[in-house]
């Protein structure tokens, strides 16, 4: 059973930058795809950015496409997020997940999720 930690959330101006982590336990983060999902209150959760277990497919939804890196240590069995020029509308929870196989882009395919870190823009 692999559990998912993430870190970095906090309070930011419109401009700024955070960089969200996520650690993972109970298993080999090299085995996983890997994505980030956010959900505002009252919204759907919606897909952040994707990366493959190589790291060679790295996918972004175009609201945050050149804006968002995301990235992933196997070796240190974490995945990162860095988010630039944040805006108000970015303010949401901000979940890691795992999947092995399945839709990068699709949140229920993935078979593992953490608890979610708060991210607040203000303007």
């Known amino acids: 059973q692999v559990q998912l930690i993430e870190s970095g959330g906090g309070l930011v101006q419109a401009g700024g930058s955070l960089r969200l982590s996520c650690v993972a336990s109970?298993?080999?983060?090299?085995?996983?795809?890997m994505g980030w999902f956010r959900q505002a209150p009252g919204k759907e959760r919606e897909f952040v950015a994707a990366?493959?277990?190589?790291?060679?497919?790295?996918y972004y939804a175009d609201s945050v496409k050149g804006r968002f890196t995301i990235s992933r240590d196997n070796a240190k069995n974490t995945v990162y997020v860095q988010m630039n020029s944040l805006k108000p509308e970015d303010t949401a929870a901000y979940y890691c997940?795992?999947?092995?196989?399945?839709?990068?882009?699709?949140?229920?395919?993935?078979?593992?999720w953490g608890q979610g870190t708060q991210v607040t823009v203000s303007s």
């Open positions: 997940a795992a999947v092995r196989f399945g839709n990068l882009l699709r949140a229920r395919d993935y078979d593992y």
């Open positions: 109970g298993g080999a983060l090299s085995n996983y795809d």
């Open positions: 990366i493959r277990r190589s790291g060679d497919g790295i």
